[in-house]
């Protein structure tokens, strides 16, 4: 499926906009702060219903809410957003319900450098690295999640009312808690055994005999109920004296290893460039894989401490994307290296 044409209103730095992609997608050139990351970003809500920051701050100074429209190759898909009333997704004049349905039929892949805080930060955005791609791939994944996030507040609401609740109230939320974070937890494996062959492939950007390793560390021995109900036994008490669940996805991480070694702590900022672009290189090759659809491709602020390695290597895993949108400050940079890219000049 490949997007045509954008048009905003009321978002960001927009009140109004209106774009016409090309068959490859379009090279945005401009100064910084001219509304070129804006533009992905509303490509982004569109495909995944989520963009770069939250609803709030996406909204145009002074407005209640925003609405994007965007022109793809089967029809019209419209996102509108207003406070207080949430997300609403329409396709060619139709309401989409719930909206779980449309995440998924936009593939889409965003690299920014920023990004590399993948690696050194907390364990939520890796997580949340791997629910948005899982969601893109498997439509009961995004439904599981949903349930086991309304699971998890109850059961910490419970655990921490006084008196304690009891071993049968807790038992409520337990059930669902646990088969949804099963489905995620073994979604989650199957993730990390699945990209793990085509990340440790894409060494050869650089031509680095190194080892690269995916790691999910779970919270659980296995994924399985004899596992969950073990470790609640041996958790209980300490659940119920900090208030909070202390298994479960929710507390789950992953972690990629360099050499053998954790990138995190043990790695240049040159090397997490690389790690980064490797791992969205093997996103798009299992989007390609198991879905035998091309994603589109967010290649966001080229100039942004990218060596011509980095650059040379983002120049031809772009070749494996349906579309391919990319935002610089430099014009002739981004024309060398997307040659097929139309070029929309953004101004301040």
């Known amino acids: 499926m490949l997007i045509r044409g954008l048009e905003v209103t009321s978002f960001r730095c927009y009140e109004k906009g209106l774009w016409h992609f090309g068959e490859r997608g379009a090279l945005l050139v401009g100064p910084n702060g001219a509304g070129k990351t804006t533009i992905l970003e509303a490509l982004s809500k569109i495909a995944l219903l989520r963009g770069f920051g939250s609803d709030a701050e996406m909204i145009y100074w002074g407005k209640s809410g925003y609405r994007l429209r965007g022109l793809l190759a089967e029809g019209v898909v419209e996102i509108r957003y207003e406070k207080g009333q949430g997300t609403e997704v329409f396709f060619q004049g139709e309401v989409?319900?719930?909206?779980?349905?449309w995440v998924g039929r936009l593939p889409l892949i965003t690299f920014r450098p920023g990004d590399t805080e993948w690696i050194e930060g907390p364990a939520a955005m890796r997580r949340r690295w791997a629910d948005r791609l899982l969601a893109q791939l498997f439509p009961d994944y995004l439904e599981a999640l949903l349930t086991y996030e309304r699971a998890l507040a109850q059961r910490n609401a419970l655990l921490a009312t006084e008196p304690p609740p009891t071993l049968e109230a807790l038992q409520l939320w337990e059930r669902p808690l646990l088969e949804a974070g099963l489905l995620i937890q073994e979604k989650r494996l199957w993730l990390v055994q699945t990209l793990k062959p085509l990340?440790?492939?894409?060494?050869?950007?650089?031509?680095?005999?190194?080892?690269?390793?995916l790691r999910y560390k779970a919270s659980t021995a296995t994924p399985s109920r004899e596992a969950w109900e073990t470790k609640w036994h041996q958790?209980?008490?300490?659940?119920?004296?900090?208030?909070?669940t202390l298994i479960g996805p929710h507390t789950e991480d992953f972690q990629v290893l360099f050499a053998g070694r954790p990138a995190r702590g043990y790695?240049?900022?040159?090397?997490?460039?690389?790690?980064?672009?490797?791992?969205?290189?093997?996103?798009?090759?299992?989007?390609?894989?198991l879905l035998h659809r091309k994603p589109l491709l967010l290649l966001d602020d080229l100039g942004e401490k990218l060596d011509s390695l980095h650059l040379a290597a983002l120049g031809r895993l772009s070749t494996e994307a349906a579309q391919v949108f990319v935002t610089d400050v430099e014009e002739r940079r981004g024309k060398d290296l997307f040659p097929a890219l139309e070029v929309i000049r953004i101004s301040a």
């Open 96 to 101: 989409v319900r719930p909206l779980r349905l």
């Open 199 to 213: 990340l440790q492939a894409t060494h050869t950007i650089e031509n680095l005999p190194v080892e690269i390793d």
């Open 235 to 244: 958790l209980r008490k300490e659940e119920l004296r900090r208030r909070r």
């Open 267 to 289: 790695t240049s900022e040159g090397q997490k460039k690389w790690l980064l672009i490797a791992l969205r290189w093997a996103e798009v090759r299992l989007f390609n894989q």
